[in-house]
C-alpha cells in the first residue's frame, strides 16, 4: 500500500510537505504542490482515511438520509441524491448514504459515531422528527425540503406556492377557465409532504382570484393505479381543457393514457407539469414543466454544509431558508383551449 512517505520520497520533500501539498492546509509553492500531486497520481495514492480523521477531526464524510417510500416515484428521488453525492465529490468529500426507515435512530447513531462531518436530510416532513435529533447533533445540518420549524438548519426548497400560482396563471393568460390538478397520494401529505398542499392551495387561491374552476385530486404513484385515476379525473371533468401535474408518476404515465384516449396535447388538453428537465428526458415527456431543480437544491444544501464544516460559516452565522424561484420550461404543450 503506498503511503504518503512513498510519495514524499518519491517527490523529493519531507512528509509534511508532501502532506501540505496534497492537503492545502498550508501555503506550498506551485511547482511543489504539482510536483507531489504527479506523483501521487503516478503511484495511485490515496489517503487513509483514519489517519486523516485523526490528524484533522473530519472524515471528509457526508451522511445523506432518504428513504425510497412506496408512495413516492424513486426515479425522482434518484434525482436529489446524485445532486448531493456528485457537489460532494467535487468539494472532495464521500457520501454515507442512509435510508433506514427508523430515521430518528439512523441519525442519531451515525451523528454520535463522528463517522460524518455534516447531514443532508431528504424527504423532510412538515414536523420531521429527526430534526430534534439534528439539533443536537455535533455535526452540522442542511435540509432539502422545508418544515414548519427551520431553527438551527440551512433549509433549501422549491417556492411550491409561486410554482402553484405561476401554473394556474400560466393557463389563464392562455385563456382556460376550468382545470385539473393531479397531485401526490394523499397519504403523502398525511405524513407531513407539505410540499404538495403549499402548491395545491397556492393554485386553489390564484384559481379562485381569477375565476376559474380548479378541480383537484390526488392520484397514486404506481402503474397500473395511476392510469385508472388519470383515466377517471378526465372521464370525470370532460369539460376540463387543462391538467396540471404535481406527480411524476402521473406525468410519466400521462403519454400513455392520451394515446389510449386518442387526445392529444395541446390541442385537445394543455398539460403542465412539476418535474426536473432531466426527468422529462429520462421519460420522453413532451409536456411543458415547472423545473424542480433536484439536482440544483442537492448542490445547494452540500455547499453550505461544507461551508459550515470548513469554517468559512461561524457557529454564531445566521442559519438560511432559500427558495429556488420557478421557472416554466416550455415544450409546447400549452396552448389557447379551442
Known amino acids: 500500500m503506498v503511503t504518503i512517505g512513498d510519495v514524499a520520497r518519491e517527490a523529493g520533500v519531507s512528509r ?19 510536483r507531489v500531486a504527479e506523483v501521487a497520481k503516478s503511484l495511485q495514492y490515496t489517503p487513509n482515511a483514519g489517519a486523516r480523521s485523526l490528524a484533522t477531526s473530519q ?4 451522511g445523506l ?7 413516492e416515484f424513486a426515479p425522482a428521488m434518484l434525482q436529489y441524491i446524485l445532486g448531493v453525492s456528485n457537489t460532494a465529490r467535487e468539494l472532495g468529500y464521500d457520501v454515507l448514504l442512509v435510508t433506514e426507515p427508523d430515521g430518528t435512530a439512523a441519525l442519531r447513531r451515525i451523528s454520535d459515531s463522528r463517522m460524518i462531518d455534516g447531514i443532508v436530510l431528504l424527504n423532510v416532513a412538515e414536523d420531521d422528527a429527526r430534526l430534534e435529533v439534528l439539533r443536537a447533533a455535533q455535526q452540522p445540518g442542511a435540509l432539502v425540503g422545508l418544515p414548519k420549524d427551520t431553527r438551527g438548519v440551512d433549509v433549501f426548497d422549491l417556492d411550491f406556492e ?7 396563471e400560466h393557463l389563464h393568460r392562455l385563456g382556460h377557465r376550468e382545470l385539473i390538478l393531479a397531485s401526490q397520494p394523499e397519504h403523502v401529505v398525511e405524513r407531513g409532504g407539505a410540499y404538495v398542499w403549499r402548491l395545491q392551495n397556492a393554485a386553489a387561491a ?7 374552476t380548479l378541480h383537484t385530486a390526488f392520484a397514486p404513484a404506481s402503474q ?42 395541446p390541442r385537445d388538453l394543455s398539460v ?9 428526458r429520462t421519460f420522453s415527456l413532451p409536456f411543458s414543466s415547472i423545473e424542480s431543480a433536484p439536482d440544483r437544491l ?25 427558495f429556488v424561484a420557478p421557472e416554466i420550461v416550455d415544450r409546447g404543450s400549452t396552448a389557447p383551449p379551442r
Open 162 to 168: 409561486e410554482a402553484g400560482r405561476e401554473m394556474v
Open 65 to 71: 438520509l432518504a428513504q425510497f417510500l412506496e408512495d
Open 206 to 212: 390564484a384559481a379562485a382570484a381569477r375565476g376559474i
Open 16 to 34: 509534511s510537505t508532501a502532506s501540505y501539498a496534497l492537503s492545502g492546509k498550508r501555503s506550498i509553492s506551485e511547482p511543489v504542490r504539482l
Open 59 to 62: 472524515t471528509k464524510v457526508i
Open 224 to 265: 397500473p393505479e395511476v392510469g385508472t385515476a388519470l383515466h377517471e379525473l378526465l372521464d370525470t371533468y370532460p369539460d376540463a381543457t387543462a391538467l396540471l401535474v404535481n406527480n411524476e408518476a402521473a406525468a410519466a404515465a400521462l403519454p400513455s393514457v392520451l394515446n389510449a384516449r386518442g387526445i392529444s396535447s
Open 298 to 322: 442537492g448542490s445547494m444544501a452540500v455547499r453550505q454544509l461544507v461551508r459550515r464544516i470548513e469554517g468559512e460559516i461561524g457557529p454564531g452565522d445566521p442559519f438560511v431558508t432559500r
Open 272 to 280: 403542465l407539469g412539476r418535474y426536473s428537465d432531466e426527468f422529462a
